[in-house]
Structures are given as structure tokens and as C-alpha cells.
């Protein structure tokens, strides 16, 4: 695994059409982590990343394509991450490859996957031939955006975060205003992004204010979501708590990382409108 600096990220490529696996270009979560004085070892949340491929195709064995939407989930507890464009080089690479059915590439992308990120990625590929509807739908929650708020801070700052009154609730809260920057090309990264938890009630302005201020912060989709998650532990204290951010896709990909305090709570599987 090597610097991100020497990815494919922001760089004139060449894309190779023929299985590749060694297009991967993994990153260590380790030092976006220990920014936030987290460790793989002692991680305070559960949870994965779940990508959705929507550009990949290969051949089958009488040289017909196949094309079909992948959905990827890439484990908090692994080692590294995979940069997206390496990713996507990736993909490419299975256009004009031949296989003898959807199984054998669906095992083969976990097995390339699991090696490249350190641990279990699951796979479920949809042919499109099969008839497979996504329908568009939204995040479930109270919508925070409308809230006449004045903001002047667009680098994250926990301070904005804190909680409204003391009386414990279980509510979920939305916003569509979070944006962030890639860590290499300064491209920006739209989402929208869920707040559920259980506790003393946030305050829904600070709470607002605090996703915005990432507006001009610089990192990836996965550690934008890890930071959200341990800032809104250490300002707001709440006793359940997941963040679950879902960003628009580019180059035929999108990543939804979700965090949470609960081991056996999952992601809702929904593609919004901007997806």
C-alpha cells in the first residue's frame, strides 16, 4: 500500500479493458484515523462502506456482454480503504474478459477486494437482463435544511455541536447540505447525510451548522462520516447513535459509509434522488 499521492487519483490514465487486479490502490484508514486518535484495534463505532457500482460489464463465455449493478460491502474494520478511481480502473478491466457466469465474477471481485482492503468484502451483482428496478427514494428523518440559519464557518468545528436540553429523545435527523472536498484533486463531493440516536437532544441548528462547516474540509467520503460520528459522541454524549452519509456518484460509483454504535444495525439500502 503506498501514499495517495502515487494513486491513479487526479492522474492521466490509460484504461485497460482486460482483468487486472493489480489496478486496486488501497489506502490505509490509519492515518485519517489517528487524526481522531482512533485505532482498528479500539474503534468506537460498527459499520461499513457500502459502494454501488453502476458501470460494470463483462463478457460470457460466447463473447456477449453481460452488464449489471454491483453493491460492494467494505467492512469499518478493514485495514484500508480502496480510492475510488483505482476502483473504477478496476471494474474496467472486466469488459472484455470472458466468465462463465455471474457467480464466477461475483467471487472473484470479493476475493480481489478482501485481499486489497484486509478483511471480508461482500458482493451482490444484479444483471440488468434480470429485470432489476431501483427505485429512487430518500432517507427517513426530519429534515433539518429549511432552518433559518446563519452560517460562517465551512472547516469542521465540534464546537457548533451540542445538545438543545437534557430531556433524553429518540429522534432522526437529515440533511442534503453536506458537502466535502477530494483530498487530492479538490473536486467536490456532494451527500446527503442521516443522524439517528438516542440521548439528550442535539440542538438541530448547531447540528446543522456543523454539517455545512465541512463544506471546504478536504477528505474522504469515509472519514468525513468517522469524523461526524466521533465529534457528535464527544460534544453530545447520546447513548445510541449512527451517521450514515450517501454520496453521488462519479465515474459509475457511489459510497454510503455508515457508522454506528449498535453491532448488529445495518444501513437502509435506498438510492436517492442525486444517485
Request: net charge negative; proline share 7%.
Amino acid at each position: 500500500m503506498s501514499h495517495v499521492s502515487n494513486s491513479p487519483l487526479g492522474q492521466q490514465t490509460q484504461y485497460v479493458s482486460v482483468y487486472t487486479p493489480e489496478l486496486l490502490f488501497p489506502i490505509p484508514r490509519a492515518a485519517s484515523r489517528e487524526s481522531l486518535l482512533l485505532s482498528n484495534d479500539t474503534l468506537p463505532f460498527y459499520g461499513l462502506d457500502l459502494w454501488t457500482g453502476y458501470e460494470l460489464s463483462w463478457l460470457d463465455e460466447r463473447g456477449k456482454p453481460i452488464v449489471a449493478i454491483a453493491e460492494f460491502g467494505i467492512p469499518c474494520t478493514s485495514h484500508a480503504i480502496v480510492e475510488s478511481k483505482s476502483f473504477k480502473l478496476y471494474l474496467n478491466s472486466f469488459n472484455q474478459t470472458r466468465f462463465p457466469g455471474v457467480k464466477e465474477v461475483c467471487a472473484l471481485l470479493e476475493k480481489d477486494l478482501s485481499a486489497a482492503v484486509g478483511d471480508t468484502v461482500r458482493v451482490s451483482l444484479k444483471p440488468l437482463s434480470e429485470g432489476v428496478v431501483c427505485d429512487v427514494s430518500s432517507l427517513d428523518g426530519l429534515c433539518l435544511d429549511d432552518l433559518p440559519v446563519t452560517i460562517d464557518t465551512y472547516h469542521p468545528s465540534p464546537d457548533l455541536l451540542h445538545v438543545h436540553t437534557e430531556t433524553h429523545v429518540s429522534e432522526t435527523l437529515v440533511s442534503h447540505l453536506l458537502k466535502s472536498n477530494c483530498p487530492v484533486t479538490g473536486q467536490p463531493d456532494w451527500a446527503s447525510v442521516q443522524v439517528r440516536y438516542t440521548g439528550a437532544q442535539i440542538d438541530h441548528e448547531g447540528l446543522l451548522r456543523y454539517i455545512v462547516s465541512f463544506r471546504e474540509h478536504q477528505d474522504f467520503h469515509e472519514h468525513c462520516v468517522e469524523r461526524m460520528f466521533v465529534d457528535i459522541v464527544a460534544r453530545c454524549q447520546p447513548q445510541r447513535l449512527s451517521v450514515y452519509a450517501r454520496y453521488t456518484r462519479r465515474g459509475g460509483l457511489d459510497i454510503n459509509p455508515f457508522r454506528t454504535t449498535e453491532p448488529t444495525e445495518l444501513p437502509a439500502s435506498v438510492r436517492l434522488v442525486r444517485q
